[in-house]
């Protein structure tokens, strides 16, 4: 699970390198949000029915602009956040 809010607030920051994000998280209710970030614009709404298994992100930038060691903290960090065991 994934505290969606804190996720797009890090993710939409210009350092990351990201001209965009997609895919599909579960919040802290367990239930999918279908997640779009283009520039720094993010939207959230609640993922089709048929969204099942593990939380899953694209990260879509420049070559060689993108931190992954970066945006691997992001999302783990988002991800212990929403469990209760991060910042």
């Given at each position: 699970c994934?505290?969606?809010e804190l996720l797009s607030q890090r993710l939409s920051q210009p350092e990351t390198g990201l001209l965009r994000a997609k895919g599909f998280v579960k919040d802290p209710t367990g239930r999918f949000v279908s997640f779009q970030l283009v520039g720094r614009r993010v939207r959230t709404e609640p993922a089709p029915e048929w969204i099942d298994g593990q939380s899953r992100?694209?990260?879509i930038g420049p070559e060689g602009q993108i931190d992954r060691?970066?945006?691997?903290?992001i999302v783990d960090a988002c991800?212990?956040?929403a469990a209760?065991?991060?910042?």
């Amino acid at each position: 699970c994934f505290d969606v809010e804190l996720l797009s607030q890090r993710l939409s920051q210009p350092e990351t390198g990201l001209l965009r994000a997609k895919g599909f998280v579960k919040d802290p209710t367990g239930r999918f949000v279908s997640f779009q970030l283009v520039g720094r614009r993010v939207r959230t709404e609640p993922a089709p029915e048929w969204i099942d298994g593990q939380s899953r992100l694209v990260f879509i930038g420049p070559e060689g602009q993108i931190d992954r060691e970066a945006l691997t903290a992001i999302v783990d960090a988002c991800e212990r956040k929403a469990a209760g065991t991060g910042e």
